[in-house]
């Protein structure tokens, strides 16, 4: 009768195990198929596909703004092509500056326009100022000082400006080329000499100067 009661009382913990679903495996059920996750599926997840962004057309360019490489001078020209390479200098036409320092033809064309066409291809210009140039102007007419003002007689005037002295009394006005003086000679730039008494009338010097740059061209091809 004990070996019954054993076997009842297994019985009866085997069927409230059933009830109750027993020890949760992870396993499903037969006849149940699993739903993959996103991380466990074998498929391949398709990469992101960049937005094309659309090319900017290039804005033409106003022809005004472009010179032909035919329309330059033989000099303009032959700076230029220095410029393609470099830099070319254009300087003022003047017998005091050396040829060596750059062209003395005029740099209109490079200033006033933003490109040279030559060859079938657009270079942009890029100017700048270069070297800097003076040029001064005496100015000379009769006048009648007081009694306190300097009175300087021409003969004692220094040589090596009484020749430009007498051209401005001759003439009104003499004007130094470019590069001639880099400052007025004394004593006339250190306003020692107001009036010069030449040839039995005095007269009244005024002093002038003017400055100029060099202009430096470079250029670079655009296409």
């Not at 949760?24 to 996750?37: L, M, Q």
């Not at 079938?120 to 210009?125: A, F, N, Q, V």
């Not at 007498?166 to 009104?172: D, E, K, L, P, Q």
Request: some cysteine.
């Amino acid at each position: 009768m004990r070996k019954a009661v054993g076997t009842l009382a297994l019985a009866a913990l085997l069927l409230l195990a059933g009830c109750g679903g027993g020890v949760d495996t992870g396993s499903p059920e037969t006849g149940e198929t699993p739903t993959p996750s996103s991380t466990e599926s074998g498929a391949a997840t398709e990469p992101a596909t960049p937005t094309q962004s659309a090319t900017p057309t290039p804005s033409p360019v106003d022809s005004s703004r472009v010179v032909s490489y035919t329309a330059l001078t033989d000099e303009q020209q032959s700076a230029f092509r220095t410029a393609i390479d470099g830099e070319a200098t254009f300087v003022p036409n003047s017998s005091y500056i050396n040829d060596s320092a750059g062209y003395v033809a005029s740099d209109n064309p490079f200033r006033l326009h933003d490109y040279v066409r030559y060859d079938g291809s657009l270079y942009r210009i890029q100017t700048a100022r270069g070297e800097l140039y003076a040029a001064y102007g005496i100015q000379a007419s009769a006048a009648s000082p007081g009694a306190n003002d300097t009175v300087v007689a021409f003969e004692t005037l220094p040589a090596d400006v009484q020749d430009e002295v007498r051209t401005a009394i001759t003439n009104g006005v003499y004007s130094a080329p470019w590069g001639k003086w880099h400052s007025l000679p004394e004593p006339l730039g250190a306003g020692e000499t107001p009036y010069v008494r030449y040839e039995n009338q005095t007269y009244e010097m005024e002093y002038i100067v003017a400055d100029t740059w060099a202009t430096t061209l470079r250029v670079e091809r655009t296409d």
